[in-house]
Nanobody, 124 residues
């Protein structure tokens, strides 16, 4: 079993930055694809960014491309989401997800493990 715990959310003004962290525990010796998703009030959960096990491949939603950056530290079993130039429309609960694989995935249904989420609120 794998546990994921997100941290780093909070309230920030538009144009500001936040860095989210997702710590992975449990069966950490396997290769895991990691992803970030978000869900705004009244909306469906959507893909934000993903990274493969080696960190050599990343993929972003068009809405965050050029502003967000996903990275991982396998020694610490942690994945990060650096969010810059934040906009009010980025306000959502951000979730970390993991799948045992060496590849990269962008769909909600492809992930096996989920964190509890961390709230990000961007004020205008």
């Amino acid at each position: 079993q794998v546990q994921l715990v997100e941290s780093g959310g909070g309230l920030v003004q538009a144009g500001g930055s936040l860095r989210l962290s997702c710590a992975r525990s449990g069966r950490t010796t396997n290769s895991y694809a990691m992803g970030w998703f978000r869900q705004a009030p009244g909306k469906e959960r959507e893909f934000v960014a993903a990274i493969n096990w080696s960190g050599g491949s990343t993929y972003y939603a068009d809405s965050v491309k050029g502003r967000f950056s996903i990275s991982g530290d396998n020694a610490k079993n942690t994945v990060y989401l650096q969010m810059n130039s934040l906009k009010p429309e980025d306000t959502a609960v951000y979730y970390c997800a993991a799948k045992r694989s060496s590849f990269l995935f962008t769909s909600i249904g492809q992930y096996d493990y989920w964190g509890q989420g961390t709230q990000v609120t961007v004020s205008s």
